[in-house]
């Protein structure tokens, strides 16, 4: 593997070029250390799909900690992201196609998310046992203490996290401190 470091070339808006040299102009760096810094930032969010072994709900968090911004920028949608998620993942591995779609609208469609969150979390939360890790889902779909106002961003990533990436091999609940 060839370890020099090669210059390439990107297409930049003008205002993204003027936002670039001003940040590194405060900072007191150049203009390329401002793009090396985001990309590297932005390769250590997506790091998991590297990793073409990591599949299914190991790639949750990755979707769900990226935002809308992962969405928008590569016009992702909820085929694609199936397909990215759940392709060759085991059986028990697998992301719910009704989660595959909350995660991909989660910006585009925000009532709509909230209103299939609201559904699901109220059809999950009555077939489970709930622990006190477990966040109460309203049914406005909103997670947390009652009346307490989350953003549907929130809700989304307490349901998911809950359902994904908490859950051991028993069906319990592990915290995150039993997950380290």
């Known amino acids: 593997m060839d370890s020099r470091k090669q210059a390439v070339s990107i297409r930049m808006s003008a205002a993204d070029i003027r936002s670039v040299k001003r940040l590194a102009e405060r900072l007191g760096v150049r203009d390329s250390d401002v793009i090396r810094f985001a990309v590297k930032v932005m390769l250590g969010r997506l790091a998991p799909l590297h990793d073409l072994g990591v599949r299914g709900k190991s790639l949750v968090p990755v979707f769900v900690e990226s935002g809308t911004d992962i969405f928008r920028h590569f016009e992702l949608d909820a085929l694609r992201l199936d397909s990215i998620i759940n392709q060759g993942a085991d059986p028990d591995a697998r992301v719910d196609s009704d989660d595959i779609q909350l995660i991909a609208m989660s910006g585009i469609q925000q009532s709509y998310a909230k209103l299939r969150l609201s559904s699901i979390s109220h059809n999950y939360n009555q077939g ?30 307490k349901y998911l996290y809950e359902k994904y990436v908490y859950r051991n091999n028993n069906g319990g609940l592990r915290s995150p401190v039993e997950l380290e």
């Not at 622990?131 to 947390?144: E, F, L, M, Q, Y």
């Open 128 to 157: 489970q046992a709930r622990s006190a890790a477990s966040p109460v889902i309203d049914k406005a779909g909103r997670a947390g203490k009652p009346g307490e106002e989350d953003e549907l961003g929130n809700s989304l990533r």
